[in-house]
């Protein structure tokens, strides 16, 4: 499904913004979600499963983001939902300008999903 989102310019001073990835398991076997990151700091991630179960926010690691293992089973041709949340505020006033961020999925299939995204920040 959709893997890149451009959230064209956004204000620094209107807040948080947030784009829904819809992704789907299209192999004939059944696939473990192992762990979800961010790139950065100014990034989180939701994770929202088929049944309505959602869990997280997951963050990039050692920066005060929480990357913990986790076990979630997508079965063939089930769709779940990566809820991307951007702050452009977090870094400051020298955060403005075009940025570019990522969610990263982790899985047993041996192919991590990597999901991305960019803005024009503005004051």
């Known amino acids: 499904a959709e893997t ?7 204000s620094m001073a209107k807040g948080n913004v947030s784009h829904e990835f819809r992704v789907k398991n299209t192999s ?3 696939v473990n979600i192992t762990k979800i990151y961010t790139s950065c700091m100014c990034t989180t991630a939701i994770l929202k499963m088929s049944s309505g179960k959602e869990l ?11 990357a913990p293992s986790i ?26 300008g075009p940025i570019e ?20 920040v503005t004051p």
């Open 101 to 120: 961020r990522a969610v990263y999925v982790e899985n047993d299939s041996g192919r991590p999903v990597e999901i991305q995204f960019k803005a024009m």
């Open 28 to 30: 004939s076997k059944s």
């Open 56 to 66: 997280g926010p997951y963050g990039m690691p050692g920066h005060g983001g929480f």
């Open 71 to 96: 076990s979630q089973i997508v079965d063939p041709g089930e769709e779940i939902t990566v809820k991307a949340i951007f702050d452009p505020a977090a870094h400051g006033p020298a955060g403005v």
């Open 4 to 10: 890149f989102f451009d959230f064209g310019k956004i």
